[in-house]
């Protein structure tokens, strides 16, 4: 014959229990926050500068501490601009903020890398490398280098859309290129014939309105804050990287 547990048996078994789900709460709360901050990291696509394979509005998960390649989408901490939230908190303006010897500074005070704003971008050169590009297309090491991640339409399209926006009329149209010539070695930004060692040079690939390494130069290894590996929404565009 089976003895009933008694009421004070009950009542510790359920607590026992209790404390168990707290336990792996606890637990998988735990893992989670570390995933997030020190393996993945989930980014949403912001503006049109990826286009036409990103879409503003897009969410990646983006592994850290990943060595990024050649043609890998990165999320970077932008060189030039802080954070929203930090130009906010400090009551600051696009005036306010300075780039010098490689540091970004608000009001005279050096701004922390992860206090930055994020960009995404996509790696086109890494240390050693040589850049350029004419006649719309793209030189790694002097030779001509697929960019299987752009599309002939899209490109016509941006550049319509601005002949129109400023009244430029088709024959002037006709000769404006989506990405315009350039080469490192002669770049403002740059000025230099090869990727410096622990660098990378980054661009959008919307290259007719992407603010990219053209623009701000080199990127350091530590700007680099992770490498995508997977777009999961919207769900009908899952893509892995």
Do not use: C
């Amino acid at each position: 014959m089976k003895r009933q547990r008694s009421n004070q048996e009950q009542e510790t078994s359920g607590w026992k229990f209790f404390l168990q789900l707290v336990v792996l709460f606890v637990i998988v709360f735990g893992a989670t926050l570390a995933l997030t901050n020190f393996v993945v990291s989930k980014d949403r696509v912001t503006g049109t500068s990826m286009q036409p394979g990103l879409q503003d509005g897009d969410q990646l998960f983006s592994m850290r501490h990943r060595t990024p390649k050649r043609n890998d989408i990165v999320v970077v901490y932008a060189p030039d601009q802080a954070s929203e939230k930090y130009m906010t908190a400090n009551n600051a303006t696009a005036a306010d903020e300075q780039v010098k010897n490689g540091k970004l500074y608000v009001k005279g005070k050096e701004v922390p890398l992860k206090q930055h704003e994020l960009y995404i971008k996509r790696v086109i050169g890494v240390a050693g490398d040589t850049v350029s590009a004419k006649n719309e297309k793209l030189y790694v090491n002097g030779k001509q280098v697929p960019q299987k991640y752009l599309s002939e339409k899209f490109s016509r399209q941006e550049i319509n859309a601005y002949a129109k926006q400023y009244n430029i009329d088709e024959m002037t149209a006709s000769t404006i290129k989506f990405t315009n010539d350039f080469n490192i070695a002669t770049l403002k930004s740059t000025h230099r014939k090869t990727v410096p060692k622990g660098s990378y040079f980054v661009m959008g690939d919307n290259r007719f309105v992407s603010h990219d390494g053209r623009a701000f130069g080199f990127l350091k290894r530590k700007n680099i804050q992770s490498v995508v590996f997977w777009r999961f929404y919207p769900l009908n565009k899952m893509k892995t990287y």
